[in-house]
């Protein structure tokens, strides 16, 4: 089984040889791979750097700033490998991270969509990210909880519904299905997005829980500097689908607005039934928490309209789906 990891690049050469360094350090001597860089118009020396590589390594040069998904896409289209591997230039790989990954992606076989991992702030220790949640207004977020180390020996893997795009591993067919990252988000949802279309498509996304590294977190130059822009364009594209992930969010955040006063809470019914649906002894939430949701996401869509115009998209350029 042949690997591409592909690896785009903007500024930062310090972090950006560690991490390549790290990964040199973690690949199995047995594994079949070749290694991306794709710059996109690094003005710190990098260029020079890359241009001292030779192989396993393979150089792809942006003319312009084009972004986190379009270069991301250069050097997909390039790979020759049936895996690709996704990693930021800012993480610390740590030995043993890459085989968990690949175990999740074979248990799961034809069903596979996105395969993450576990990852801890490089600064703090602290983890980072263990999948992505999304929260009462339908706005995507970092989970921080994690099981026991003695329960990620037992469940190797966690299904979820989206994760990071700072490091995933994804079939090369699967990808040209999905048609690789949205270029319409710069810099922002684009790891998000792809994960809802795999599983549009009927994949499984997953996080393998034995694979653990460390992650810098958002160190590229104008990291955040569209997130809004970004999110909306995210929302206005999912909106329904975000509308049932948001729910349970919505119902811990409905519920604990009325625990310092339960008796001022207008419907004791819904409040039994959200308590139900919370402790996992109910599988769906009150009816009345759907208009809810949606009132929520939909007022959150007219903040954002207010900002970039009604029905705006970022840059003018198409909704997909």
């Known amino acids: ?58 150089v792809l040069l942006n003319e312009r700033n084009s972004g986190y998904a379009a270069t991301c896409n250069r050097g997909a289209a390039a790979a020759r490998g049936r895996i690709l591997v996704f990693l930021n230039n800012d993480l610390v790989l740590t030995r043993g991270w890459l085989q968990p990954m690949l175990a999740a992606h074979r248990r799961l076989g034809p069903r596979a969509g996105l395969i993450g991992n576990v990852q801890f702030n490089a600064r703090s220790g602290l983890l980072d990210h263990s999948g992505i949640a999304f929260n009462y207004k339908g706005k995507p977020g970092h989970r921080g909880r994690l099981f026991t180390d003695f329960l990620r020996f037992a469940f190797p893997l966690r299904r979820i ?30 790891d998000v ?20 590294i460390l992650h810098h977190i958002s160190m590229a130059p104008g990291r955040k500097d569209r997130d809004e822009a970004n999110t ?3 929302t206005l594209i999912w909106r329904d689908r975000l509308a049932e992930l948001a729910l349970p ?38 009816r009345a928490a759907i208009p809810g949701v949606r009132a929520a996401i939909e007022l959150e869509i007219a903040r954002w309209e207010g900002m970039f115009g009604v029905g705006a998209a970022l840059d003018g350029r198409p909704l997909r789906r």
């Open 193 to 212: 997005d792809l994960c809802l279309r795999a599983e549009a498509a009927g994949r499984t996304n997953a996080v393998a829980l034995r694979s653990r």
């Open 1 to 58: 089984m042949h690997v591409s990891f592909v690896v785009p690049l903007y500024n930062c050469l310090p972090l950006t040889r560690a991490m390549v360094a790290s990964l040199q350090a973690t690949i199995s001597a047995d594994l079949d791979f070749e290694i991306i860089l794709v710059d996109d118009a690094s003005t710190d020396g990098t260029r020079e750097w890359l241009a001292t590589l030779a192989a396993p390594f393979r």
């Open 232 to 234: 909306h364009r995210f």
């Open 249 to 286: 969010d919505w119902c811990r955040h409905h519920f604990e607005t009325f625990l310092p006063e339960p008796r001022g809470y207008p419907d004791p019914d819904m409040a039994w039934q959200i308590f139900l649906f919370l402790a996992g002894l109910r599988r769906r939430p009150p």
């Open 161 to 190: 519904e989206a994760l990071t795009g700072a490091c995933f591993l994804i079939d090369r067919g699967l990808w040209d299905e999905l048609g690789g990252f949205d270029e319409g988000y710069i810099n922002g949802c684009e």
